[in-house]
């Protein structure tokens, strides 16, 4: 009802008491705009039609205004009117199109997935924020939405990352060390390894594995603590890690290569597309 207000009492303006019947459509083609009403056919004074379209031009609610004979009024919305129309939606609490694409198909959306190396950047923060502005929006809708993480917890990255804070602890417990040139040299890595020399057994410094399970723990619930206080969470915490184990990735490698989806080149195996 707020837009056909707007329409309402511009077009009353200008036909005194009367009180106007018209159609509001959205153009199937964007050029033609937000919003269309074919209400100016009715009008045949060519001046009163110009002080109609000078109407809506001088409105801060509306970027463009024109009209296409014989007489569709087309109007593009401005962030003037987006930022009027969701607050009165918000000030009036009104349950504006909730439900309207009510579905039982299930949509994931995963988002952030940041590798758990080392803590959220600014960049994951706009992520987090699209991924679940996005899922809250299709969730208002009606729509059956499962928000994922998936977490890098496997592979290169992290087996530097371990040898990166084994590295740090033995340097904070006064040995020298010889730091590999691209390992993890952020601030955090150190803070990392000291809190598994105040809590963890320093015998653990050599056992590879625990060392690495310890040091994602730390850093996964680093990136759950950042984003709840963004007020950002997921239905699903997905392992990269506990995928590899399940034995999944080589299944899926062994299904293509059998129906020849897949060849090898350059040591490396590839989807035949083709």
Do not use: C
């Amino acid at each position: 009802m707020i837009v056909r207000e707007i329409f309402d009492e511009k077009f009353k303006k200008y036909l005194k008491d009367k009180t106007p019947l018209f159609n509001l459509n959205i153009p199937k083609n964007k050029k033609y705009g937000d919003i269309s009403t074919d209400f100016l056919i009715l009008i045949k004074d060519d001046n009163l039609r110009e002080k109609i379209l000078n109407e809506f031009k001088s409105d801060n609610y509306f970027e463009d205004a024109n009209i296409i004979e014989p007489g569709f009024l087309n109007l593009k919305f401005s962030k003037e009117f987006y930022r009027f129309f969701f607050k009165k939606l918000l000030d009036n609490e009104v349950n504006y199109l909730k439900d309207s694409l009510k579905s039982e198909k299930k949509i994931q959306v995963e988002f952030v997935s940041a590798n758990p190396t080392g803590p959220l950047t600014l960049g994951n923060g706009r992520n987090a924020a699209i991924g679940d502005s996005l899922s809250n929006t299709m969730k208002y809708l009606g729509m059956n939405v499962f928000k994922e993480y998936y977490l890098n917890d496997a592979g290169k990255k992290i087996d530097l990352l371990t040898l990166s804070v084994q590295l740090r602890i033995k340097e904070l417990k006064g040995e020298k060390v010889e730091f590999p040139e691209d390992g993890y040299k952020g601030k955090y890595v150190y803070e990392v390894a000291k809190e598994i020399l105040e809590k963890e057994d320093e015998k653990i410094i050599n056992n590879v594995e625990y060392l690495r399970e310890v040091i994602l723990k730390i850093l996964i619930s680093s990136i759950e603590e950042d984003l709840k206080a963004f007020g950002v969470s997921f239905d699903n915490w997905f392992s990269e890690k506990k995928m590899r184990e399940r034995g999944e990735i080589h299944f899926v490698l062994d299904y293509l290569k059998k129906r020849n989806f897949s060849y090898e080149k350059d040591g490396a195996i590839w989807f035949k597309s083709k």
